[in-house]
């Protein structure tokens, strides 16, 4: 199923629980639509510049677009997920969150 809207997303009532997914990769985005639709607030933090993860920097493009990954991570924000790209977590972030997923990816890659 495409999700077009948050209307479409059916997110659930907010629950007061806030939760990071560290990584913006495949992994996180999915964890952090799940999570929106059953109410929880959710910020995703990423080291790199754009959302997407291995499916924005580590396909060929013949095999998937970098757009289309990034159409997926505009997709999840239209359901009001926060973003925090080019940016790393560190001590001071622990106590803003009830919970973190940690969706890191493959970390450095050959380029």
Request: aromatic letters at 8%; proline letters at 4%; charged letters at 20%.
């Amino acid at each position: 199923m495409v999700v077009r809207s948050q209307a479409e997303a059916g997110t659930g009532p907010e629950n007061g629980k806030h939760v990071a997914c560290i990584g913006a990769g495949p992994a996180s985005l999915a964890c952090a639509a799940e999570l929106r639709r059953h109410g929880f607030a959710v910020t995703v933090f990423d080291r790199n510049p754009l959302a997407g993860g291995l499916n924005t920097y580590g396909i060929a493009q013949y095999k998937l677009r970098p757009g289309d990954s990034l159409r997926e991570a505009e997709l999840v924000r239209a359901m009001g997920v926060t973003f925090h790209l080019n940016e790393e977590v560190n001590d001071n972030t622990q106590g803003e969150f009830d919970a973190f997923f940690l969706g890191v990816g493959l970390g450095a890659m050959n380029g």
